[in-house]
C-alpha cells in the first residue's frame, strides 16, 4: 500500500512561488494516478490538479490553471505541485492524493496525505 508525504508548504507573499513535494512509500506508486487538492478554512476541499500515471495528461482547476503545474517522477516515487504568481486566496491545506484513475473529484482517489499549509499573504 503507497503511503503519502507532503512538504513544502509555508508562508510565502502574494505574487511569490512555491513547489509541493508528495513523496510516496510503498510499492504501487507508478500504478497510481496522482492530484492535488486544497482546503482552506471553512470550506470544503477542492480539486487544484491532477497527473495522469505515464504524466502524460494534466488537468487543473480553472482557478490555478496557468499558475500551477503537476508534474511527477516516478523513479524518485514524488509528484510536484509547482506554485507561481501565488493569490493570497491560494491559502489552503494543501493535499496530494493516489488512485486508480486521474478525476477531479474526492471519490477517485484512495490515499491521501497528511496535508501541508500554504499561507499567502497580502
Known amino acids: 500500500q503507497v503511503q503519502l508525504v507532503e512538504s513544502g508548504g509555508g508562508l510565502v507573499q502574494a505574487g511569490g512561488s512555491l513547489r509541493l513535494s508528495c513523496a510516496a512509500s510503498g510499492r504501487g506508486f507508478s500504478s497510481y494516478g496522482m492530484g492535488w487538492f486544497r482546503q482552506a478554512p471553512g470550506k470544503e476541499r477542492e480539486f487544484v490538479a491532477a497527473i495522469s500515471l505515464s504524466a502524460g495528461n494534466a488537468y487543473y482547476a480553472d482557478s490555478v490553471r496557468g499558475r500551477f503545474t503537476i508534474s511527477r517522477d516516478t523513479a524518485k516515487y514524488t509528484a510536484y505541485l509547482q506554485m507561481n504568481s501565488l493569490k493570497p486566496e491560494d491559502t489552503a491545506v494543501y493535499y496530494c492524493?493516489?488512485?486508480?484513475?486521474?478525476?477531479?473529484?474526492?471519490?477517485?482517489?484512495?490515499?491521501w496525505g497528511q496535508g501541508t499549509q500554504v499561507t499567502v499573504s497580502s
Open positions: 492524493a493516489a488512485g486508480p484513475v486521474v478525476a477531479g473529484h474526492e471519490g477517485a482517489y484512495d490515499i
